[in-house]
């Protein structure tokens, strides 16, 4: 798949205000036109970025004020690579623009003054950051005038290819590995999408895939079209920084699986900076990966420049890639903002989702849980300043998991009379309360 070809781009009569300009590789630089369908280099085998006009966008944003923009991914369209405006029309039209929620009783716990939740467990359609990265992949497919998306998921990345491909009305195949959060495969199924689960980890099942896409052609959403992918990534840091009144936090904070999340919300702030929209330059990322898989975490602490892959043993299943395809961008884009990475043990996880659930009343998954987890810890460690503005970011939603939460015991079941209610609900009085555990497994 690494032949490149040129294809015109079907129905492309009308075009996005897109600034992008072309392909080039991230390690060698060796430019590809946006048409083309090659997504890795052929010459150093990494990962391709997309490249802008950025005076072109800086013009379109001075032209068109951000009242006039819709409230959904597409705002900022000038930075996504997206020339159809059909297709643009078909995809992630109530994607993104997820809630910036001020935590103060989460910061109360963690003695953080100014902190805020960015809210992409309420992200639409699909309760996950990924209907961010999926929308790309689902709209450059249309432009591309294919009918069928394949995918590789730890989890979300399947249920944002399920839904956001029946709305635009392509086939989609889900192939999960063999560790995989049942409620997410069946949530596949009920959207229409065909799901194949691999006997293997993800990161046997991610090369397997790209075997199948060879072998058949079938674009693959974050594989093939991985480099349109990972642009839907910056839209978190756009939106941060907007609903932050065009302020860059001091602190960004997210867990990391396969790196584009944390690596794109670097190239975002950065394009800010360029456009001339926000000071960015002093904003910290910070990565949060479970013990049990932190190949990304543990290179950023050892300041090596790549990722020794791991085999992962965690709870934590959507953050379970132990050879991080953007691994080496997360580490660039952390150690040159002066961020770092932290990693927490299951129980802790777990611990994380049940202190944000008891401060804020939001129930995350275990991917969540861990950048709770770690911010707590950078707290404990005083890496926050008085006053600094910090924001976490929640990227999936704890429906989707709950089964897999370790369980809490179920209430008896009492006769439905006054005197048995009310010794019932003596006796609940008197338990722990969810806070309180938390706080007792992270020490908080
Ligand atoms: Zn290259």
Same mark, same amino acid.
């Given at each position: 798949m690494s032949t490149q070809t040129t294809e015109s781009l079907p129905g492309s009569s009308q075009r996005t205000r897109s600034c992008a300009t072309g392909l080039a590789c991230h390690r060698c630089g060796k430019r590809y036109e946006l048409a083309d369908t090659v997504f890795a280099c052929p010459d150093c085998g990494k990962g391709l970025d997309v490249v802008y006009d950025y005076e072109l966008a800086a013009r379109h944003f001075r032209d068109v004020p951000t009242e006039e923009?819709?409230? *959904?991914?597409?705002?900022?369209e000038e930075l996504l690579p997206i020339v159809d405006a059909s297709a643009q029309a078909r995809v992630g039209q109530h994607s993104g623009y997820t809630p910036l929620i001020r935590a103060d009783r989460l910061g109360a716990e963690l003695g953080i003054d100014n902190l805020y939740i960015k809210d992409d467990s309420s992200n639409r359609p699909s309760l996950s950051y990924k209907d961010r990265v999926v929308s790309m992949s689902v709209a450059r497919l249309l432009e591309r005038g294919k009918t069928e998306i394949g995918c590789v998921s730890t989890g979300n990345v399947g249920t944002a290819v399920a839904s956001l491909a029946a709305k635009a009305g392509v086939d989609a195949y889900v192939f999960y590995p *063999?560790?995989?959060?049942?409620t997410k495969a069946r949530v596949c199924m009920a959207l229409g999408a065909k799901v194949c689960q691999v006997e293997g980890n993800y990161d046997e099942a991610n090369r397997r895939c790209r075997e199948v896409a060879e072998n058949t052609g079938m674009d693959f959403a *974050?594989?093939?079209l991985r480099p349109f992918y990972a642009e839907g990534a910056k839209t978190a840091a756009f939106e941060i920084v907007e609903q932050l009144d065009w302020h860059s936090p001091d602190h960004i904070i997210t867990a990391a699986a396969g790196g584009t999340l944390s690596s794109r919300l670097h190239k975002g702030l950065l394009e800010l900076q360029l456009l001339g929209l926000?000071?960015?330059?002093t904003t910290r990322i910070h990565i949060a990966q479970p013990s049990g898989c932190n190949p990304i975490a543990s290179a950023i602490i050892a300041e090596e420049a790549e990722v020794h892959p791991v085999t992962p043993e965690t709870a934590a299943h959507s953050l379970a890639i132990g050879a991080p395809g953007d691994g080496y961008l997360v580490i660039d884009a952390v150690l040159k903002r002066g961020g770092t990475g932290g990693f927490a043990s299951d129980p802790e996880i777990f611990a994380g989702i049940d202190l944000l659930a008891a401060t804020e009343g939001l129930l995350t998954e275990p991917a969540g849980g861990t950048t709770v987890a770690v911010l707590e810890k950078l707290a404990a460690a005083g890496r926050f300043s008085a006053g600094d503005t910090v924001v976490a970011i929640i990227?999936? *939603?704890g429906l989707k998991t709950l089964d897999e939460h370790p369980q809490k015991p179920w209430p008896a079941k009492v006769d439905c009379e006054l005197d048995a209610m009310l010794a019932a609900l003596g006796e609940l009085k008197g338990g722990p309360t969810l806070i309180q555990s938390a706080r007792e497994q992270l020490g908080v």
């Open positions: 923009r819709p409230q *959904n991914i597409w705002h900022f *063999n560790a995989l959060e049942v *974050n594989i093939t926000s000071e960015t330059d990227t999936g *939603n």
